[in-house]
């Protein structure tokens, strides 16, 4: 079978899932890409693709595209890309993306590749492949074949070039991935390491950003001054500190009992809740130090970011700063850093969540009185009116 007279499916309407779709759709090869929420499969052809850039412009006019059942997708599907959105929190979320996986491999066909992008920790992928094997009666590497490529939303590329897999790579699968990585190249190794590959640069990218949030909460203005590395400090923000969040829990979900490995993730993702709880905090500072009262201002979190992203994070994370702020401010809104600075006529504090947020409001910034607290570790304050 040659790569253009395969079939793919991709499962999940997300972000990632839609990249992968278009890429190979592009190429010439029938795809089909899995609403997971509503159980349809879209058919992307390459003039699909090319006219919709991105998976939100898709779902706005999903209604014109062509729809057959998913069960018949995936049945029809010689590769079968496992990247759905996942909006469940832990522990909820693994038994989320297990249900949504059996709701794939009891469809899937003799002789076809199971693609599972999803973050797995220690021995998840082990779990998948008994999983398969016991509903579908087949036998992985044999007549039936199961691949690790986890997708990260830390490092500066979507795709890590990383793949797990239990037998070599099949020639078209190779061809159909070329040019989705941007180094050109993949690290292909066995299951097992991936997933040791992957949970090592999730946790050194942490072990770097963590203690300088951790830190910088007992830092006052005399460190600001006086440190030289604070220029880096402001480079880091809550959406880079969230980033990796979805990886450290299902990570820890994996591993049993007590132990320096599990510490150290329950270390890192607690760094994330503690500084929320920092960041709001900072709040009540700004309210008494400038005699605001909480009923005259306003707090609005700039915080652009997918809503159609595999993970759901950010989402999560906007949701619980949002409650914590309206303890201090009772008017809490969300807003892109593009809104309207004189729709209120009570004073703004505008808490921005990252670095392209951060900058677009000084750029379009047309009032100074308001207040722009920066969500990065030493959470500076520009644009004060006093």
Known sequence: MTVESSKVAVYGLSTEGYRIASHISNQGIPVSIIDDSSGMAITLKPDIAKTYSSVTSFIQDETLLDFEPFDV????AS??????RIRKS?????NHIVSKFQDVI?????DSSIIYTVPAGFGVNNENIT???HRTGLSVGKNIFYHYMPISSISSNLFDAIIGTKTELNSNFASMLSGLYSDKSMKVVDIEAAEYIYCIRILRHYGLMSPIFEICKFADNNFQHQNTET???????????VGGLFDLNTILSSLTGISPLTLLLKGNIATVENFIKHLTEQIKIILKKYELKASKTKAIISWTFDPNEMRGDRLEIISRLESRLKDYVGDVERQDSMFDFYSSEKKLIIVSCSK??????TENNPNSD?????????????????
Request: hydrophobic share 45%.
């Open 73 to 76: 997708a995936i049945n029809n």
């Open 79 to 84: 590769f079968i890309f496992f990247s759905p």
């Open 90 to 94: 832990w522990p909820d979320a693994r």
């Open 106 to 110: 009891k469809h899937v066909s003799k």
């Open 131 to 133: 999983l398969i094997e």
């Open 231 to 241: 220029e880096s400090f402001d480079e880091m923000y809550l959406d880079d500190l």
């Open 356 to 361: 392209t947020d951060f900058q677009r409001l």
């Open 370 to 386: 308001i207040i722009i607290l920066k969500a990065t570790p030493l959470l500076g304050q520009s644009n004060i009116q006093a």
